[in-house]
């Protein structure tokens, strides 16, 4: 292959997306050495919506679907060749004209517990404040601690931690993944076991998009795909697609191989005050993943009721 065009990587802005965007790229040199080249590759800042407005909850303003947005137009447009996403962030239907040809092998996929005052979510005070703009982890922290109080909370890693320090809050989460790729990881008070706090669906993969047709790029992104994540956060997806998932439900969903051949999947819908919980889970071969979680998504849609999903008004 002699072609010399320069394919643009494209990535929100902010550090935990231009360190995801650094690592595709190392990863691309890494599979095609001659990409190292001066020109070949290029990373280029798509700024989103989601990143602009900090101040409403994620949840009032579209969904996850901001996230993403800006960085499809701007493959549409032609802008760019590949894309780089957290998955937890992409909507579970993907554009026509886009595809999704790789996942990198998943990082820690739970989440984080950072507190100045308590080891753990039990020994939080009584009534304590838990920040996040999470509807996932606010409700089942409220499912498991009812005297707990969640408010909104944004913004980015840093400025999280900040308010935290200075006492708007008594703990926040985060994932592990993004305070591993930040190296932050020590920042964390202790990681919550998935059995404690479920991921969201796709919690720690990266996926990286390309123009549908655009062969060559599709072709090197192809050999960065890691299988078993990319089986395990098709799983989740499939799960999430059967209860119509969104930031505007309480959602977790964690597929994982327990040996070569076979998966475990668990699901997880609580309503947004955190009562209701509704857990189920699924066993079997790797091949079956898919109609797995499907299933299991379809159990817990036929369970829960219209007051677990927050109907947008605006
Ligand atoms: N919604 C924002 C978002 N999307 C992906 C991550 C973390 C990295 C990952 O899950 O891969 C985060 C921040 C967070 O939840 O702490």
């Not at 517990?113 to 308590?118: I, K, P, R, S, V």
């Not at 304590?128 to 499912?143: D, E, F, P, Y």
């Not at 308010?163 to 020590?186: F, Y």
């Not at 999430?240 to 977790?252: A, E, F, K, Q």
């Amino acid at each position: 292959m002699t072609t010399h065009r320069t394919i643009r990587i494209g990535t929100r802005g902010s550090p935990l997306a231009m360190a995801q965007a650094h690592e595709v790229r190392d990863r691309l040199i890494a599979a095609h050495p001659d990409l190292a080249e001066p020109g070949r590759l290029e990373i280029i800042d798509v700024k989103t919506t989601g990143d602009k407005i900090l101040d409403r909850p994620l949840s009032e303003i579209g969904g996850k679907a901001l996230f993403t947005k800006e960085l499809d137009d701007a493959m549409l447009r032609g802008d760019i060749e590949i894309a780089v996403h957290s998955m937890k962030d992409v909507e579970t239907n993907i554009l026509d004209g886009i595809v999704l040809p790789a996942l990198l092998p998943r990082e820690d996929v739970r989440d984080a517990f950072m507190c100045l005052t308590a080891k753990s979510i039990a020994e939080l005070k009584e009534g304590a404040v838990v920040g996040t703009a999470s509807l996932r982890r606010g409700a089942q922290i409220k499912a498991r601690r009812p005297d707990i109080q969640v408010v909104n909370f944004r913004g980015n890693v840093q400025s999280r931690l900040r308010k935290l320090h200075e006492g708007q809050v008594d703990a926040t989460m985060l994932a592990m993944a993004g305070l591993n790729r930040l190296g932050m990881a020590e920042k964390a008070t202790a990681a919550l076991e998935p059995t404690e706090m479920l991921p969201a669906v796709g919690q720690g993969a990266i996926g990286i998009t390309c123009r549908a047709g655009d062969s060559e790029s599709i072709a090197l992104v192809e050999a960065l795909n890691h299988q078993e994540t990319y089986t395990c956060v098709t799983a989740e997806r499939a799960f999430l697609r059967r209860l119509d998932g969104s930031c505007r439900t309480p959602i977790g969903g964690w597929c994982r191989f327990t040996g070569p051949d076979t998966i475990r999947f668990d699901g997880l819908v609580v309503r947004p005050d955190g009562t209701g919980l509704l857990e189920t889970f699924r066993e079997g071969p790797v091949s079956e993943a898919h109609a797995l979680a499907d299933d299991a998504g379809k159990e817990l849609k036929a369970h829960c009721g219209p007051e677990y999903f927050i109907m947008s008004t605006e």
